[in-house]
């Protein structure tokens, strides 16, 4: 009997090493696939104008009808895009450190953000690498890979990707109710950007929606946390087996 298919989607600037120690806990129970988003990792650059549905067309060749879809940060905005407008793909979703429904401080903070990557990438890219990893025990191997991975993007492509992250959340937005799928909602307590408060709002919008904050836990959660994620995830997708 073939095993159950998850699909992984990274966040902006990523690519798919970044879910190494999630995939480690998940292979010997599923079939992992871990699509780069378009104008990432091994993909060409991503042109000026892309969108949110770009980048879903860009990974759907890789989601076969009923896999579990997880995706963190961008890369939830597009799970959540593909659970929108090809139900029959996602038996789960789940969404990793994911906005929602930005207020008007946060989409200036995030449009802040877009402005340094700009102006100064290289600065841009330490100040994100902090924000995601400060504080916390995760190997420095992991947080130079992080970085390095980051620093290796084309600026173009990045910026063109930071944007349908910047306004990504109102483009799904009037999709969300639509959502049928089983779905989980998860973050870290100490996200400054995807902050609790924003996994709550998603998790009161989605039909069938669990919310869980992970203490002690910053952006990068799937790194600092893949135990606690792939136990939830799974627990998530156990339930809808049983249902």
Known sequence: MSRPTIVLLHGVGLDHTMWEPVAALLRDRFEVRAPDLPGHGTCPPAPPGTTLSDLA???????????HVLGFSLGALVAQH?????????????????????????????????????????????????RWYGGTDVPQEWV??????????????FLACYRVFAAGDEDVAPLLGQISAP?????????????????H???????????????????MLPVQRPRELVDAMTTLIEEDAHA
């Open 183 to 199: 779905a989980l909602a998860i973050t870290g307590a100490d996200d400054p950007g995807s902050t609790p408060e924003m996994t």
């Open 82 to 130: 593909i659970a929108a407008h090809r139900p029959e793909l996602v038996a789960t979703l789940t969404s990793v450190s994911s906005v929602c429904r930005r207020t008007n401080d946060e989409r200036r903070a995030v449009l802040g953000r877009l402005r340094a990557a700009e102006s100064d990438f290289g600065t841009s890219a330490a100040v994100s690498i902090e």
């Open 144 to 157: 130079r890979r992080t970085e390095s991975t980051l620093l290796a993007n084309s600026l173009s492509s």
């Open 57 to 67: 067309q860009g990974v759907i060749a890789d989601i076969p009808a009923g896999s």
């Open 201 to 219: 709002r998603l998790a009161e919008v989605l039909p069938n929606c669990r919310a869980v904050v992970v203490p002690e836990t910053r952006h």
